[in-house]
């Protein structure tokens, strides 16, 4: 709860003018709405005593009230409408940015689930309703809450003990709610959406494996299991929120009931008139429609929460991750240059391994010069590459750039100073320009062209009508492998930087195109130095210098010498 | 929180013809040709008939109102008239007590039965909805299930989203929307006919309030409509474009790109949030329309009751004056007319989402492009009911004809394969190397010509066969759960199997200190698609998987050295050798590494298929 209650927090000091323009519109209908009713009881009341006695009725004063109440009524309606969307999507701007903030500063841990991610889209799309479901009705509830009982003290007693009651009762409803909310409910319906999720995928993609190991209609079995557990989380969850609502409705008729019989008895015992005893009972006809309006976003609270926990969590590290990044713009040691790039006595492990991948590994890149890293797959050569790029820190030991500590440069001098070509090139779902243009926003269309036919790739986009603006990615112009490939060479074709690194470019690709990627490439790099992860003869032959990580170390501290081998 | 649109049209009649099967029917029907076009979330007939019912009790829960309407009425009735005779004050008290309690009594009791009935109405109408969404997840499961392995099919990030959030949309339309209809038609009539058992002028203006809603609506709203529909989309595309960089986040980070990215999005939302509320604003009037004239009607309804009242108004009523209990009844009546209405148009946004997907389940599978309906003859089903498969397998390939959208793949191509023998399938990409494998797992039925194992046709010992067969593809997956559980997928008794057979088999698959390297080892839990091994790790890990089917008579592999580096590729070649030795093998490859292990070797292009170039980069 305390999350739900940080998200409002943080919502209303993005914008709290808005914050509060939106209640306070949404209070204007509804109390319009109640005073209507409660004039025209009284009114058509008066007009029948009048008629019946024959005595002098003032119809203008009320039948204007009555006009003036059923337009503040309509135009307040559509008023709050607009103001609490606007403020919903304000908040929604901000919070999304937010968001993306906080995980850019934690792209270190880059193992991420795609389908996971889906769903923090959710949660953003379940806190987009907090305000509009939660935060709105209730506020409103509280305060025609308060405004009637001020109106019913001032009346009689017997009146404000029955108010009292009823609008208690109602109170105590949405403390029920509150404080008994089924958060163990809620993760299991959350847990078995995203067993359904991700054992459908499984399903989808894995169909030939499936097919032959473990069997296709167990796997659906499994799939159907996570359903029947979600359909029994969500009737759980809906049984108690009908158990709300049947609550609050059967609240509000009692109400009714209650307020009439002691309004006749007020009017009975002289205390009350006629009029103003049917305008007050016409009031709390309109009552339950102001209290239910909270009950389907008090019944969603658990599952609320447990979104805005999990955003808040990614939210959270954010902080760590800045402070972590404070420190690395302090002050710089500058130590002897070694070349480009130099690891001095690196050591590395994943957190919860039982091995640490690199142990004490130490190498320099020269100016100008190909090295590249060899050896068995697992042996550590993408840690290297993820060091050097600076997408994860060491354990032990100093990578140094240019004579600086990689930890201390600051970032952006840093993605200048290196280009990282990985195995997997991203393709954001937009143009071919946007996604070329991330490796330099500055880049003109006819620097695009000169990057794209550098990296073989000009022919296959100007195949398509759209050029440039061809749309990438899920939904868009799919590329193969080899071509994806290609397209992270055109990015980094727009780059200078003092080294690149690549890790494993190659991979997955035939001979002939993996010489012509390597080649181009080499074609363009200039003067700029090569960390090259390689896994490929074609690879080592195009290198100055090999370094073999799985060749024996000899000692804890090995010097780079006896760990580098020249290649024949 | 809003009715945005209403529109009036009876949308549900849905054509007879796309009547629904049961989960098992669906399954029948597939294993033979493969239905191409299902239509997935549609109620049967005894569902429909629950929500009407929901609809109908809802309407009576409303129309009870009526009888509380009434209640209130009397008892207030004699208010005005109580004034007049002050002297009687007294005798009217108690009388008015007695009243007040009654009513109070009746509107309690009437209140109960009403919250019972919406109850009610309620949990049918939920739980007939929850029937409809696990039936059509059912359904997509089983075609899923039961669609040939090499058949087109969507992606798996696509077929998720089918199988949990479009099936979630069903749930609101039928549940708030469907019962709504009915309520819709029964309650305006009731109240209606209640008014005009006092007051024709009354319910007269009723009757005139009523349909202008719709017509006002359609006039502002249609246009709104269509553009805050896009503009929905347009926010999903929105949450989907953050979701893109977020997933991409690797790739900014390394060119610097972060700072500009985020500045992007807060402009594409500050965009979003403009464009919307200027389309808003227009929808938000539609309602406002449903607003005003609700309240015009009420209005109306109350000037005329209280002139009446004043006796200044003497029509609308059977004769005599309208007394003041019945302008009361007809004034509390009156807001209830326009009730349903607004219902009708809160859930009409349920309705949007629900039958947009419903579209969506209905493409979700693309048609098959040819179905081949062929029926395995009994004959063939009793051949195959006695073979257990004990021993490594003869397979024959008979005048096979096999096409793919209308590239003859194989003509008139005959093989035959000896027990026990180890064959190399050689020949470019697109010469029908996956075909022919796919052809002996019974994934794919020869259009002519016949594709024999033990002398039975391939599709009838399908069953058998699978669960006898060591496969290994050339982009094998791996599955959500443990290692160990990926690993005893390939047994059908996971607990029989010992802990050195797991060992034994990662060993021959070099895979052994790969293991030993995660954190917790065997019990390391996997992501989707392997996620968190690499490419090669994941290759040794599912030839692992592959060692585990010791009983195995049969081996078919895939192209199992493509893409990976030479030491894996290594390793891959000297675990397949191993698993090779006893068993019928076929192993499709473009790598000559392989033909050391194999005893025979054949040029696909040189033997009857017809390659047709279809290259792939």
Redesign the interface.
């Known amino acids: 709860m305390k999350s739900v209650w940080h998200i409002i927090r943080t919502q209303h000091r993005y914008d709290s003018f808005h914050f509060w323009l939106g209640i306070f519109v949404a209070l204007l209908p509804a109390a319009a709405g109640l005073l209507?009713l409660g004039v025209?009881?009284w009114?058509?009341?008066a007009?029948?005593?009048?008629?019946?006695?024959g005595a002098f009725?003032n119809?203008f004063a009320p039948?204007a009230l009555?006009?003036a109440f059923?337009i503040i009524?309509?135009?307040g309606?559509?008023g709050e409408?607009?103001l609490?969307?606007?403020a919903t999507?304000?908040f929604?701007?901000?919070f999304?940015?937010r968001?993306?903030?906080s995980?850019?500063h934690r792209?270190s841990d880059?193992?991420?689930?795609?389908?996971l991610?889906?769903r923090?889209?959710l949660d953003?799309?379940v806190l987009d309703t907090v305000y509009?479901?939660l935060v709105v009705p209730l506020v409103l509830a509280l305060v025609v809450a308060v405004s009637l009982l001020l109106i019913w003290s001032s009346i009689s007693p017997l009146l404000l003990v029955t108010g009292a009651v009823f609008i208690s009762a109602w109170g105590c409803l949405a403390v029920w709610t509150f404080v008994r909310s089924d958060t163990k409910n809620a993760r299991r319906t959350d847990a078995a959406?995203d067993a359904?999720?991700?054992?459908?995928?499984?399903?989808?993609?894995?169909?030939?494996?499936?097919?032959?190991?473990?069997?296709?209609?167990a796997?659906?079995e499994t799939?159907?299991a996570a359903?029947?557990r979600l359909?029994e989380a969500?009737?759980a969850e809906?049984l108690r929120t009908?158990k709300l609502?049947?609550g609050s409705?059967?609240l509000g008729?009692?109400f009714?009931?209650?307020i009439?019989?002691v309004c006749?008895?007020e009017?009975?015992?002289g205390t009350l008139t006629?009029a103003l005893?049917?305008g007050l009972?016409l009031v709390v006809?309109g009552l339950p429609e102001i209290f239910s309006m909270s009950l389907p976003g008090l019944a969603k609270l658990p599952r609320v929460a447990l979104a805005a926990g999990r955003v808040m969590g990614l939210m959270k590290d954010r902080a760590e991750a800045g402070s972590a990044g404070d420190r690395a713009s302090g002050k710089r040691a500058v130590t002897a240059a070694t070349g480009v790039l130099a690891f001095e006595d690196v050591s590395f492990g994943?957190?919860?391994?039982?091995?640490r991948?690199l142990e004490g590994l130490s190498f320099y890149v020269a100016q100008g010069e190909i090295l590249a890293l060899a050896g068995?797959?697992?042996c550590g050569k993408?840690t290297v590459a993820a060091l050097a790029?600076r997408?994860r820190s060491p354990g032990q030991g100093r990578i140094v750039l240019g004579g600086v500590d990689t930890g201390r440069i600051p970032?952006?001098e840093?993605?200048?100073k290196?280009?990282?070509i990985?195995?997997k090139?991203?393709?954001?779902?937009?143009t071919v320009a946007e996604n070329l243009r991330?490796?330099n926003?500055d880049a003109s269309d006819a620097d695009l062209w000169r990057a794209l036919e550098q990296a073989a790739l000009a022919d296959r986009i100007s195949e398509n009508p759209e050029g440039l603006q061809t749309i990438l990615?899920?939904g868009g112009l799919g590329l193969?492998?080899?071509?994806q490939r290609r397209l992270a060479l055109a990015?980094a074709f727009l780059?200078r930087p003092v080294l690149f690194v690549l890790d494993e470019i190659t991979?997955?690709?035939d001979a002939a195109t993996a010489g012509d990627v390597l080649d181009r490439f080499l074609s363009y790099r200039g003067d700029a130095a090569v960390l090259m992860i390689a896994?490929?003869?074609q690879e080592l032959e195009r290198a100055n210098r090999v370094l073999d990580l799985t060749a024996p170390r000899g000692g804890v501290n090995p010097s780079p010498e006896t760990i580098l081998s020249e290649f024949q | 929180m809003c009715p945005l649109h209403l529109k009036w049209e009876s949308d549900t009649k849905r054509p007879m013809k796309t009547k629904r099967e049961k989960i098992g029917k669906v399954a029948e029907d597939v294993g033979q040709g493969y239905r191409t076009a299902v239509a997935f979330g549609w109620p049967d007939e005894g569902e429909s008939r629950r929500l009407k019912r929901a609809g109908r009790l809802l309407a009576v829960s409303d129309l009870l109102w009526i009888a509380q309407a009434g209640l209130i009425s009397w008892a207030l009735g004699s208010l005005p008239g109580m004034f007049l005779a002050a002297d009687d004050s007294l005798v009217a008290e108690s009388d008015l007590t007695a009243a007040a309690l009654q009513a109070a009594a009746g509107i309690a009791l009437v209140a109960l039965l009403r919250v019972f009935l919406q109850n009610r109405a309620e949990t049918i109408a939920r739980q007939t909805a929850r029937a409809i969404q696990s039936r059509a997840r059912g359904d997509l499961l089983s075609v899923a299930a039961t669609r040939s392995p090499s058949a087109e099919f969507p992606s798996s990030g696509a077929f998720a989203a089918h199988v949990t959030e479009q099936v979630d949309l069903l749930g609101p339309y039928y549940r708030n929307f469907e019962p709504q209809k009915l309520r819709l038609r029964l309650v305006p009539l009731g109240i209606v006919a209640a008014t005009a058992l006092f007051s024709w002028l009354g319910a007269l203006i009723l009757v005139v309030c009523g349909p202008l809603i719709p017509v006002f609506m359609a006039l502002i709203g249609l246009r709104a409509k269509a553009a805050s529909e896009r503009q929905q989309e347009e926010l999903v595309r929105l949450s989907g474009s953050l979701l893109d960089r977020i997933k991409g986040l690797e790739t900014l980070t390394l060119f610097g790109a972060i700072e500009r990215t985020q500045q992007q999005i807060g402009d594409a939302g500050e965009r979003f949030r403009t464009g919307t509320m200027r389309v808003l604003k227009i929808a938000f009037l539609s309602s406002t329309v449903l607003e005003l004239v609700s309240a015009l009607g009420i209005a109306f309804c109350a000037v005329y009751v209280g002139f009446s009242l004043l006796g200044e108004i003497q029509v609308g009523t059977w004769g005599g004056p309208l007394t003041f209990a019945q302008g009361l009844f007809i004034l509390l009546l009156a807001p209830e007319f326009f009730a349903p209405l607004r219902a009708y148009a809160a859930a009409y946004h349920d309705r949007a989402g629900g039958l947009a997907a419903r579209e969506r389940l209905a493409t979700l599978f693309p048609a098959e492009d040819n179905p081949r309906p062929r029926p395995i003859g009994a004959d063939g089903f009793e051949k195959a009911g006695t073979h257990q498969l004990s021993s490594p397998p003869a397979i024959e390939f008979r005048s096979v004809c096999i096409s793919h959208q209308q590239r003859d793949v194989f003509k008139d191509f005959s093989l035959a394969i000896e027990p026990a023998e180890t064959l190399l399938l050689e020949g470019p990409s697109g010469s029908g190397k996956t075909t022919l494998i796919d052809g002996i797992l019974g994934f794919q039925e020869p259009d002519s010509g016949e594709i024999l194992v033990e002398e039975v046709p391939a599709s009838a010992l399908a069953a058998v066969l699978r669960r006898k067969v060591i496969w290994l593809g050339q982009s094998p997956r791996l599955f959500h759960g443990s290692l160990r559980a990926n690993l005893l997928k390939a047994v059908e008794t996971p607990a029989a199997v010992p802990e050195d057979d797991l060992w034994q088999a990662l060993q021959l698959a070099g895979a052994e200190t790969l293991v030993q390297r995660l954190p917790r080892g065997l019990e390391t839990p996997l992501g989707e698609d392997g996620f968190g091994l690499s490419v090669g790790e994941i290759r040794r890990v599912a030839l692992a998987r592959a060692a585990m089917r010791k009983d195995a008579v049969l081996l078919l592999a895939d192209e199992p050295t493509a893409s990976l580096d030479e030491e894996t590729a290594a390793d891959v070649i000297n675990g397949l050798r191993t698993l090779c030795n006893g068993r019928t093998a076929i192993i499709a490859t473009h790598d000559k590494g392989l033909r050391q292990i194999a005893s025979r070797r054949i040029d696909l292009k040189s033997l009857g298929a017809v390659a047709g170039g279809r290259a792939f980069a």
């Open positions: 209507l025209s009881g009114f058509i009341t007009a029948a005593i009048a008629g019946l006695s009725l119809i039948s009555i006009r059923a009524r309509t135009a309606r559509y409408r607009v609490t969307h606007d999507f304000r929604l701007t901000g999304r940015n968001l993306f903030a995980m850019a792209t880059g193992r991420r689930s795609g389908l991610l889906n923090l889209t953003i799309a509009l479901r959406l359904m999720r991700l054992r459908a995928a499984d399903l989808a993609a894995g169909r030939r494996d499936l097919a032959i190991y473990g069997g296709l209609e796997a659906a799939v159907l359903e029947s359909a969500q009737e809906d009908s609502t049947a409705t059967l008729q009692v009714l009931a209650a009439l019989l006749l008895l009017v009975g015992r006629a005893a049917v009972i006809m994943y957190p919860g391994a039982a091995r991948v068995r797959s697992g993408s790029a997408l970032d952006a840093l993605r200048r290196i280009t990282v990985g195995q090139a991203y393709l954001f779902n937009d991330i490796a926003p990615g899920e193969s492998g080899g071509e990015r780059t991979e997955g690709l896994h490929r003869r």
